[in-house]
């Protein structure tokens, strides 16, 4: 699968089959998160990766109630190392790259944009010098999502000075 057929076709999935992702197929998508660009290259995060039910089950309260947090393989919570620049934006680019192996593999996912930080580092564990920045679900599609409408181009992008368009 190319790049551009991932991204196409990745959509967030909020259903998930009752099936355990193989080791294998895990640390494949996990390489492609260790492979992720990095300013200066430092990989300034850590990953927790939850396939536990118990602690997924605990999880879901701590994401505002989103069931589908319980329901997933795995819950992916990525830790900002502290005092590095650029560190968010790394740990964003590192779960990009998640989400598009993941698709390549046949899996879902799903970031989490609703939950309590604090609370979620208490649960796994996180040192209190660092928090979770981005969790994702990940999972085996029970659903298909109609894909999306988006903006134009002409709405997205300028050329060369703001209010430039094509």
């Known amino acids: 699968m190319d790049v551009m057929t991932a991204i196409r076709g990745r959509k967030s999935i909020r259903r998930y089959r009752s099936k355990e992702i193989s080791a294998e197929v895990l640390e ?3 390489e492609a998160a260790r492979l992720a660009p990095s300013a200066g290259n430092r990989q ?3 990953l927790i990766i939850v396939t536990g039910r118990d602690t997924k089950e605990k999880l879901v309260p701590l994401c505002k109630n989103q069931r589908f947090v319980g329901e997933c393989s795995a819950f992916l919570a990525a830790v900002e ?3 590095q620049r650029w560190t968010v934006t790394d740990l ?3 779960m990009d790259h998640v989400t598009l ?3 390549e593999k046949g899996l879902g996912t799903c970031w989490i944009g609703a939950f309590d930080q604090d609370a979620i580092g208490q649960l796994l564990g996180v040192p209190q ?3 979770v920045e981005v969790c994702l679900t990940l999972g ?3 659903e298909e999502p109609a894909a ?3 903006r134009s181009p002409r709405e997205l992008f300028h050329w060369e000075h703001y209010g430039q368009r094509k």
Do not use: K, N
């Open 28 to 30: 494949e998508v996990l």
């Open 44 to 46: 300034a995060w850590e």
């Open 81 to 83: 190392v502290p005092g």
């Open 92 to 94: 964003t680019i590192m």
């Open 101 to 103: 192996a993941a698709y």
């Open 129 to 131: 010098d660092r928090s």
């Open 140 to 142: 085996y599609p029970d």
């Open 148 to 150: 999306r409408s988006r």
